[in-house]
DNA sequence: GCGGATCAC
DNA sequence: TATGGTGATCCGC
């Protein structure tokens, strides 16, 4: 690790420097959006002029600029970093080339075949939802969202660049003709249940991630019917549209990371199978981009490209003794695995949310009059939303977007459990005046370290808890895990040891979006208790070979898909009590929760969220039974209360966090610690 | 515990 | 005219 002479830079990296005078020529060249990264339906779309039209339509806004700045700074972060890398010395090489071998190795015997995954993923979804209810729009490029932005757009419409996350008056310089409809949350949670339903065929257990996607383990349908996986995916496919009148992708492969990038293969309405054999997937993954696997987003495509001129998978193995160099070993450890194809084939924790929040965008002031009741509205619907779920946390977090675009947070935690708005308000507008003076374009507000969170509580594994209950009682990966984190350190120790700017390359981690931020607001409601005032967690001792860590969405579905669908609905609701006793005399076993968001995991009966008055009686049924029962048995407590839950969840991640470190130390299964941090 | 950042939908 | 909202995690402090 010492940094001496001999470079090493490897040529790739040189390639891609762009020619003299090309930025001079053809501007919108380095501007970098992610409007023009590979997505279905744009294979035609003649890329160069969507980049010229949306550099037009950007260039000098205070957006713009900002984007300028974040570039810069990663160029910078890149420059840096191909000069630790030419730095390298030949016995640097060689060490790292044997540390990655080792590595390798060990990885490659972690690979497991067995299981045979499916993603699905329903097309174009809420533009499909919204030409469902208005057949005119078909065949017409049509776009959901707004003038400011877009959540998604049609086939049609993306044949002119247009795509999701673009702001709509650039859709429409791209398409004069597009036709905007404004989103309606409510039809696409209704249609995503029906699709829900279908995938319960199949697995009942399937993960469902946001609206749109779920994960279904194939394995035992395929055995037991003795069909082919391809005609699972053709039926299920059948199933939805039959259901739905929607069409859908699949993907299915040997693990979710797998199945997800397959799943996006021949969208819309088609499906790729990627057989369980080792040479399949390694053929598959040598050609694949790395920007398709999940968590692997711009900034880390553009870091690895720049600097390692890594483009496909196969090329994480050919610069593995770099990846090993510069990157801690959790990172190094995903991305040699995204080279081997591995991925997650377990069946995921379950987790519960860890944070509330609330933001809204608005036209930037810095009239401090109004921000306070831009303040006081955020308040109010922070609250109204933690008050539906019972929960109460001790930690607020303001965040403030300038009128430049950059982003501030500002955090206190407090010694009690706050949830009213008063409570929230009241800290919230001292966070702010400290800013003051200051022209902002975004508020937010966030809650988190909820009353029922154990930081660092051991559990007690012998102890029986909800958690154990529900999956015993036949959840299991149907209330999804959590992805754990997996963020990696990009610059490793490597990097620190060769005395870089701090400022620059100490921050050039970034996370893996393995996993977790795949779940989108949806799961989470889904997967949220309401009413209650703990939640807990439905756990599965997946030991895979693969960690939860690190396979990208897929764990981020897998892991993050919190569930989407246990929503509990609990006794009492506590409102702000003490933690711990008010946590341990609410729950016990008898909590009940929507499977999937559709099945109640005390009796199976199912009952798709939309059915709002029969849920709660429905709830209120097993409430009484529950309290009846209580009554009888006197005492007993042998369960832990829903909180309880809750907290083991937490322990549990923190321990397995540590595992993973233990791991790392020692000589253990590898993928066990993929994202570990040293 | 705080702040900045990435990623996903 | 105009570039979203929600959630998770990490690392370095
Ligand atoms: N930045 C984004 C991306 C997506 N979505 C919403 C709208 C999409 O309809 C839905 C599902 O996301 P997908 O990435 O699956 O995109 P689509 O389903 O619209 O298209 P397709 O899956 O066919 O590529 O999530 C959003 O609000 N904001
Ligand atoms: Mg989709």
């Known amino acids: 690790m010492i940094v001496k002479g001999a470079r090493v830079l490897d040529g790739s990296a040189n390639a891609m420097m762009k020619g003299k005078g090309t930025e001079d ?28 039209v949306v550099y037009e339509m950007s260039k000098g806004s205070k957006y713009f600029q900002n984007e300028e700045r974040k570039e810069a700074f990663i160029k910078q972060k890149i420059d840096n970093l191909r000069i630790q890398c030419a730095n390298l010395t030949q016995e640097d090489l060689a060490h790292y080339q044997k540390v990655a071998d080792r590595r390798i190795v060990e990885l490659e015997a972690s690979r497991d075949l067995s299981r045979i995954w499916l993603h699905v993923d329903m097309d174009a979804f809420y533009a499909a939802v919204e030409t469902l209810s208005n057949p005119t729009l078909k065949g017409k490029p049509m776009a959901v969202g707004s003038m400011s932005m877009l959540s998604t757009a049609n086939y049609e419409a993306r044949k002119f660049g247009v795509r999701a996350a673009m702001p709509g008056f650039i859709a429409r310089k791209l398409c004069p003709e597009l036709i905007f409809v404004p989103t309606d949350f409510k039809k696409y949670t209704y249609y995503s249940d029906l699709t829900r339903k279908v995938f319960g065929r199949y697995d009942p257990n399937f993960i469902a991630g946001s609206l749109d996607e779920a994960y279904l383990d194939i394995t ?89 001129g890594i483009n496909t998978c196969e090329q994480m193995l050919e610069k593995s003794s770099y990846i090993c160099a ?93 949830s009213s708005s008063e409570d929230i308000l009241k800290h919230a507008k001292k966070l702010l005046q400290a800013e003051l003076p200051i022209s902002v374009r975004l508020i937010g507000l966030r809650v988190s370290q909820f009353n029922g969170d154990k ?166 049924f097993h409430l009484a039974e529950k309290l009846q029962k209580e009554e009888s048995s006197i005492h007993q407590k042998s369960v832990p209360s829903q909180s309880k839950g809750q907290k083991d969840g937490v322990t549990r991640q923190s321990k397995s966090k540590k595992q993973k470190l233990s791991q790392k130390e020692g000589s253990y299964t590898p993928i066990d610690y993929f994202f570990v941090k040293k």
Not at 30 to 43: D, F, L, N, P, Q
Not at 256 to 279: E, F, H, T, W
Request: net charge negative.
């Open 25 to 52: 020529d053809r501007p919108w060249q380095s501007y970098h959006t992610v409007y023009t990264t590979a997505k279905a339906g744009m294979e035609l779309v003649d890329k160069e002029k969507v980049q010229r």
């Open 220 to 308: 035992e349908v395929c055995r037991e019917r003795n069909v082919k996986s391809e005609e699972i995916a053709q039926e299920l496919r059948a199933g939805v549209y039959e259901e739905t009148g929607l069409t859908c992708s699949a993907g299915v492969a040997p693990n979710r990371l797998l199945a997800k990038v397959c799943s996006d293969i021949n969208k819309p309405n088609g499906q790729y199978v990627l057989p369980n054999d080792r040479m399949a997937v390694m053929t598959f993954v040598s050609s694949l981009p790395i920007r398709k696997i999940g968590g692997i987003g711009k900034v880390t495509e553009h870091i690895l490209k720049g600097v390692f």
């Open 326 to 418: 510069f990157f801690s070993q959790s990172t190094a450890d995903f991305f040699c695995s995204v080279g081997l194809g591995l991925g997650q084939t377990d069946s995921p924790q379950v987790r519960f949310r860890k944070s509330i929040s609330s933001e809204r965008t608005f036209s930037a002031t810095k009239d401090e009059v109004l921000l306070h009741k831009k303040l006081e509205e955020l308040a109010e619907m922070l609250s109204a939303d933690m008050q539906k779920e019972g929960l109460s946390g001790r930690t607020l977090t303001l965040k403030l977007k300038t009128a430049s675009f950059e982003v501030r947070t500002r955090a206190v935690t407090l010694q009690k459990y706050i």
């Open 455 to 620: 930081c660092s509580a051991k559990s007690d594994p012998t102890q029986k808890t909800i958690t154990n209950f529900i999956t015993s009682g036949d959840v299991n990966r149907n209330c999804s895990s959590f992805p754990d984190v997996a963020d990696h350190d990009f610059v490793s120790n490597a990097e620190t040891d060769m005395s870089i700017d701090s400022r620059q390359t100490g921050q050039l981690d970034w996370r893996d979006p393995f996993d977790g931020n795949y779940l989108s607001d949806v799961d989470y409601q889904s997967c949220t208790v309401q009413k209650s005032d703990g939640v807990e967690e439905v756990q599965t001792s997946s030991n895979d070979a693969t960690s939860s860590h690190y396979s990208g969405l897929t764990e981020v579905l897998g892991s993050t898909s919190y569930l989407g669908q246990v929503e509990g609905i609990n006794v009492k609701n506590g409102s702000n009590l003490l933690e711990d006793e008010r946590l341990d005399s609410c729950c016990q076993e008898k909590t009940m929760l929507w499977l999937n968001d559709y099945k109640c995991s005390l009796c199976g009966i199912e009952l798709p969220p939309s059915f709002v008055e029969e849920r709660l009686e429905h709830s209120d």
